[in-house]
């Protein structure tokens, strides 16, 4: 069953978007800033060191909206049915607790329906509480994670590569790109 105050307050504060983590970006842009997770760009990590840069990136952005605070942790899963089942394993491990938040459509065909299925985790932010998780999104084990607080202001999601992040003004955007300017991508559109 969708936790419908959950799903209320996400059609509040982000009106323009499912919670969806990859359409954040267009639907909100005067809010959004990305980062990448190595030097150079680089996508994947190949050593512990390489590891060791992208899960200070990920945790360094994370304790400044965070620190101290309870957050949802947001994993998907993906069905060609509108009820989830039960939750992957790979996803009990990383988040031991979660429960199915809500399942929304994806795609277009209504012969072959699609949906993403969100399970939520409520955790107290400490710098490491999701390492495996986040290293798992490192390796495009998982996919599509959000990491927001309770009261939906700030978003966090992390991708293999990066990390997207949604402010609640475009001033706050700004004085968080700049915090970590020399984490930004050299595309013009901040790609």
């Keep these: ?3 419908e105050a ?17 359409e954040l970006k267009s639907a909100y842009p005067d809010r959004w800033v990305r980062f990448h997770s190595l030097p150079k760009s680089k996508r994947y990590p190949d050593t512990e060191a390489e590891y060791a840069v992208v899960l200070g990136r990920y945790n360094t952005v994370l304790d400044e909206l965070f ?7 947001i994993t998907p899963d993906w069905s060609g049915t509108a009820h989830p089942g039960q939750r992957p394993d ?3 491990r990383w988040l031991p607790g979660a ?21 939520v985790s409520r955790i107290t932010w400490r710098r490491g509480e999701v390492d495996e998780l986040l290293r798992a999104v490192a390796d495009d084990a998982i996919a599509e994670v959000i990491i927001t607080d309770v009261d ?4 966090h999601h992390p991708y293999d590569g990066g ?5 609640t ?7 968080v790109r700049s915090r970590h300017a020399d984490w930004l991508s050299a595309h013009p559109n901040g790609l």
């Design 163 to 167: 990390a997207d992040v949604l402010l």
């Design 6 to 22: 959950l799903l209320r307050l996400w059609e509040q504060r982000w009106p323009l978007c499912p919670p969806i983590a990859h």
């Design 99 to 119: 429960r199915h938040w809500v399942s929304v459509p994806i795609g277009d065909d209504p012969e072959e329906p699609y949906y993403t299925h969100l399970f």
């Design 1 to 3: 069953m969708p936790d």
């Design 169 to 175: 003004t475009s001033a706050e955007r700004d004085q």
């Design 152 to 155: 939906l202001h700030r978003i």
């Design 90 to 92: 790979d996803h009990a």
């Design 67 to 73: 620190h101290g605070k309870d957050v949802y942790v």
